[in-house]
């Protein structure tokens, strides 16, 4: 499939691989762009992100932005000003994203690049 068009989608379908069982794992969750073929996503919340942990384990992951899947390959953001800044490009994109966060006050924040072709 093609991801043509994807900077102008609000939200993309995550898919990991479950740490345990190997399945697959989809989620939809909110981006922000990183560079031309790559997207930042993060989480802030009390419950642990499942799939940050998943693609901690397999960083094969597949992204569909509405027109098909297509193959990517995630990074964890380890650095917590990296982590931040990500944060904050969320909030700029996203004006309920600060709620969100509000909400997960107390929470370790988590973060990932994910890359495609």
Same mark, same amino acid.
């Given at each position: 499939?093609?991801? !043509?068009? #994807?900077?102008?989608?609000? &939200? /993309?379908?995550? &898919? &990991?691989?479950? *740490?345990?069982?190997?399945? %697959?794992? &989809?989620?939809?969750? +909110?981006?922000? %762009? =990183?560079? @031309?073929?790559?997207?930042?996503?993060?989480?802030?919340?009390? $419950? %642990?992100?499942? +799939?940050?942990?998943?693609?901690?384990?397999? %960083?094969?992951? $597949?992204? !569909?932005?509405?027109?098909?899947?297509?193959? =990517?390959? =995630?990074?964890?953001?380890?650095? @917590?000003? *990296?982590?931040? !800044?990500?944060? $904050?490009? /969320?909030?700029?994109?996203? #004006?309920s994203a600060w709620l969100v966060q509000i909400l997960g006050v107390g929470a370790t924040p988590v973060a990932a690049e994910i890359a495609f072709d």
């Open positions: 499939m093609s991801a !043509d068009g #994807w900077e102008r989608k609000r &939200t /993309v379908r995550l &898919t &990991t691989r479950g *740490r345990k069982s190997g399945q %697959p794992r &989809t989620v939809t969750i +909110w981006f922000v %762009p =990183a560079g @031309p073929r790559g997207i930042f996503v993060q989480h802030v919340s009390r $419950q %642990p992100a499942q +799939w940050y942990s998943n693609l901690r384990r397999d %960083p094969s992951v $597949q992204l !569909d932005f509405g027109s098909g899947a297509v193959d =990517a390959r =995630a990074r964890p953001i380890e650095e @917590p000003d *990296r982590v931040s !800044d990500v944060l $904050q490009m /969320v909030r700029r994109k996203y #004006w």
